[in-house]
């Protein structure tokens, strides 16, 4: 099976999609790293070790990340879309697990550098984590196999702002370098995400379809989220944001995009943490308004997605 590291800020969306990757045949989920996010990152932390110990998989090491992004403050997450405690207002006994001494940064160095070009890193939250992995130890560039990333919107509105997705402006900075590093990089942002459906039927479907406890944590955590989702984005059911990375890496083919070289705007304003895709040619990139893409690495940005065969699969 193909070797992945989850790094999440759990919310329900990343615990549906840790559900989706443990129950593949296709995956080994080798870690997840926690970030601060959808709420803290005590809470983040807390949910991920919750989800392995339902899952009856405290044999995954979690490894804790960072608390806040870079160089701003924290602006303290969503707890409106993803309940107080992270999962959607459940309030889960606390795990028996605990997080691994080693932190997520210093996880995905050692992970990467144990297995070259075998491990596909896939970040689900504020990319702070990715950034601080690469600036640390460059050399994981070469070494990742892919990084398929839940976020941005190349030309599609934003979910936080009208300008910018929600991972992408909890770090702009974080953003902007992690997607100008010279390592193969799938981003799956709000363009084929908010294209998607599980429709309240299927929600239902998935939670008849198994009485365990994992399945019954994140079933019962959905309730909430997807009454945000009803509500708040008038859809009978609910996006699959971060589900939508766990179903790339085990059938690519259920999306479609092009490559594009991308900035994010780390400017504070109006469209601070918008993902820009650079439109043009040569020639347009030689002049001098093109500067900020310049030297820039292309991104395959995905664009479309048979939702259909995404919501089979999951
Ligand atoms: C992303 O933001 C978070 O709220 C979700 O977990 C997902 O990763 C969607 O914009
Ligand atoms: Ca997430």
Not at 42 to 63: H, Q, S
Not at 71 to 98: C, M, Q, T, Y
Not at 255 to 281: A, C, H, M, N
Request: glycine residues 8%; hydrophobic residues 45%.
């Amino acid at each position: 099976p193909q070797k992945i590291i989850i790094d999440t800020d759990p919310g329900v969306d990343d615990a549906m999609a840790i559900q989706f990757a443990l129950n593949s045949p296709e995956l080994e989920v080798i870690g997840l790293t926690t970030v601060y996010g959808n709420v803290n990152l005590e809470l983040t932390t807390a949910n991920a070790l919750k989800l392995l110990e339902a899952a009856g998989r405290g044999d995954i090491p979690v490894a804790k990340g960072a608390a806040k992004p870079l160089s701003r403050p924290f602006g303290g997450g969503v707890a409106f879309v993803h309940g107080d405690d992270g999962l959607g207002n459940i309030f889960s006994p606390e795990s028996s697990l605990k997080p691994i001494a080693q932190s997520a940064e210093d996880f995905i160095i050692e992970q990467i550098k144990k297995y070259p070009n075998e491990i596909i890193l896939a970040p689900l939250g504020p990319l702070t984590n990715i950034a601080l992995a690469l600036q640390k130890a460059p050399e994981i560039a070469e070494l990742v196999k892919e990084v398929v990333i839940m976020g941005g919107n190349a030309f599609w509105p934003g979910n936080a702002s009208p300008a910018a997705e929600a991972n992408i402006l909890n770090d702009p900075e974080a953003a902007d370098y992690v997607l100008g590093a010279c390592w193969p990089m799938v981003m799956i942002g709000l363009d084929v995400t908010e294209t998607t459906l599980l429709s309240h039927k299927e929600g239902q479907e998935v939670r008849a379809g198994s009485d365990s406890e994992l399945n019954k944590m994140v079933c019962d955590a959905y309730v909430f989220y997807e009454q945000f989702n009803t509500t708040n984005n008038k859809i009978d059911g609910s996006f699959l944001h971060d589900p939508s990375v766990i179903a790339y890496m085990i059938d690519a083919s259920i999306f479609s995009g092009e490559e594009y070289l991308i900035r994010v705007e780390t400017q504070d304003g109006l469209s601070l943490g918008k993902t820009w895709p650079f439109i043009g040619d040569e020639d347009v990139l030689a002049r001098p308004a093109s500067e900020p893409w310049r030297g820039r690495p292309a991104v395959n940005v995905m664009l479309k997605v048979d939702n259909e065969r995404l919501v089979t699969l999951l």
